[in-house]
C-alpha cells in the first residue's frame, strides 16, 4: 500500500532494536482515513474467505477490525488482556510481549467464539507472531476455524512472518513489509 508506506515514512518513528513507533496515526491517536483505506486493502484481500466474524485483540488492533467490521457488516471480536470480572465462559491462552517484554494471560468469552464461527484476525503488527499464535490457539479451543490473518505493518527481519506462513491453512497478508529500521530510518521490503 503506497499510501501507508509514505505516511510511515513521513510520521513513523524508526529506533534502533527494530522498534516502529507510528502512535500518530495508527495505535494512540488513530487516522481514521487510513484506518478505512487499510480496511478497504483487506477486504480487496480477503474478501474470497467465508469467514462470519473478525477478531483481534486489544487495543491497537481494534480500529482496523472494526472499521473492516462495517465494511463487511459483520461482528467484530476482541481478545482482552485482562479478564473483566464479568466474563464467564472464557478461554484462555498465554502471549509474551515483545514491546512490553512480558508475558500475559489473554481471554476471550466463549460465548463469541464457536464452533459455527469463522473467523479473520486482524492487528497492527507482525514481529514474533506471539499475539496471533495465541489468538488461534483461542479459536482452536474454541472449536472455530481461522481462515486468514492481517496485518497493517509486518517487520520482516523477525520471525512472526516465516513461522505464521508455515500454517498453511492459513492465508497470511501484511499490507506492508518492513525489512530494516534504524535510526538512519526505514526500508521496506520490495512488493
Known amino acids: 500500500m503506497k499510501k501507508l508506506k509514505e505516511r510511515i515514512l513521513k510520521d513513523g518513528k524508526s529506533f534502533d532494536g ?14 481514521p482515513v487510513l484506518i478505512k483505506s487499510v480496511a478497504m486493502e483487506f477486504v480487496r484481500r480477503f474478501g474470497n474467505l467465508p469467514f462470519t466474524k473478525i477478531i483481534t485483540i486489544e487495543a491497537s488492533g481494534i480500529a482496523p477490525a472494526t472499521m473492516l467490521g462495517y465494511l463487511l457488516e459483520i461482528p467484530v471480536v476482541f481478545v482482552k488482556k485482562a479478564a473483566p470480572k464479568t466474563m464467564e465462559n472464557m478461554l484462555v491462552s498465554s502471549v509474551y510481549s515483545y514491546t512490553k517484554d512480558r508475558t500475559y494471560a489473554i481471554c476471550v468469552s466463549a460465548d463469541f467464539v464457536t464452533p459455527a464461527d469463522t473467523f479473520l484476525f486482524i492487528d497492527d503488527f507482525l514481529a514474533n507472531g506471539n499475539a496471533a499464535l495465541g489468538v488461534e490457539d483461542l479459536v482452536t479451543q474454541g472449536g472455530a476455524k481461522l481462515l486468514g490473518m492481517g496485518f497493517i505493518i509486518e517487520k520482516s527481519f523477525q ?27 526505514i526500508e521496506f521490503e520490495e512488493d
Not at 160 to 173: D, K, N
Request: aromatic share 2%.
Open 159 to 185: 520471525k512472526g512472518g516465516a513461522l505464521l506462513r508455515e500454517m498453511q491453512h492459513i492465508q497470511i497478508e501484511s499490507l506492508v513489509r518492513v525489512k530494516k529500521l534504524s535510526n538512519d530510518g
Open 18 to 31: 527494530g522498534i516502529l513507533k507510528v502512535d500518530s496515526f495508527i495505535n494512540h491517536q488513530i487516522d
